[in-house]
């Protein structure tokens, strides 16, 4: 393949042996004389991007849930539904996917009838019970509900991603807090109830993002007072922010600083007036969080979130 002619070009040419407007896998690639390096190149200069592991894309083409589903079309089987992660990938959950897991992860878990299991490096398939109202299809794509999909990743060994998931789902705002603690009875027994019963009392969906839910979390394994996400602080009728996490009779909030909106000195400077005029004007103590505070094996935020309170509280002291 002849890479200098494609430099400069604002897209992939007419003349380029694939589709342009739809999806393809590696394996169409190769049919075509295009290889793994060639196509490694293509996404790096920007002409392609891999929405899920062995299926590209051109670049120029939005994503969108028709291509979501026209991408695990090429490599789901037939008789399969789409289920955990990816389910509610396509449900519009898109949080539920770690960054960059859908390159490095099967793309897919699916479920296959009794006595089936797919020989498939593209996807993670095995049995699983499901009843007939749990399966739905977008656009002739067998999937499990937005319900289902919530107790299923509710249903994880490790609670920070159980929570996060399910505060994903219910941030679509296709069922309710009561239908999903209704519904954990039936799942009595299986592997991994336990973390869903816990989590589906303490599952808000006005987390916007994995961290939130993890900070949240944090917030409630020190037993702190209540916190309420996307809590508004005003100063008497003026508006003033809308906090990540808070408590309004603590004074006391934390927010979760991602490297994509936290990061450049523009974003630094906004972030440090805006918390400014919050505890000048507002009397709140806000105390602010990076990735190394929720993940890895160095982890304080426990620790911060216990000192920030007690400075809010010895704060609320000296005013009263």
Aim: charged share 30%; proline share 8%.
């Amino acid at each position: 393949m002849d890479k200098t002619k494609l430099i400069g070009e604002p897209r992939l040419p007419a003349w380029f042996p694939l589709p342009i407007d739809r999806p393809f896998t590696y394996k169409m690639a190769q049919a075509e004389g295009i290889g793994e390096r060639d196509l490694r190149w293509l996404v790096q200069q920007g002409f392609l991007r891999r929405p899920i592991k062995s299926v590209y894309v051109a670049a120029d083409i939005p994503d969108s849930l028709g291509l979501r589903v026209a991408c695990l079309k090429l490599v789901v089987p037939d008789d399969a539904v789409v289920v955990d992660r990816h389910a509610g990938w396509l449900h519009g959950a898109e949080m539920v996917l770690a960054p960059n897991e859908h390159l490095d992860l099967a793309p897919v878990r699916t479920f296959l009838p009794p006595g089936r299991r797919l020989r498939n490096p593209l996807t993670d398939s095995g049995e699983r019970t499901l009843r007939v109202e749990d399966v739905t299809e977008i656009d002739g794509l067998p999937v499990t509900t937005p319900i289902r999909t919530a107790w299923d990743l509710g249903r994880n060994r490790w609670v920070e991603p159980a929570l996060s998931g399910i505060d994903q789902m219910l941030r679509l705002g296709v069922f309710s807090k009561e239908e999903l603690i209704d519904g954990v009875a039936r799942f009595r027994g299986m592997r991994w109830v336990t973390v869903l019963r816990v989590v589906v009392v303490i599952a808000d969906g006005r987390a916007e993002s994995p961290p939130e839910s993890v900070l949240r979390l944090r917030w409630i394994q020190v037993h702190l007072p209540t916190p309420v996400p996307q809590i508004e602080v005003w100063d008497g009728p003026d508006f003033l922010a809308r906090l990540d996490l808070g408590n309004e009779e603590l004074r006391f909030a934390a927010e979760y600083d991602g490297v994509e909106w936290h990061s450049s000195p523009e974003q630094l400077d906004h972030d440090r007036r805006r918390r400014r005029i919050v505890e000048e004007r507002g009397g709140w103590l806000v105390q602010p969080f990076v990735k190394e505070h929720l993940y890895g094996r160095n982890t304080d935020a426990e620790r911060l979130l216990r000192e920030g309170a007690a400075e809010a509280r010895r704060r609320l002291g000296r005013r009263r």
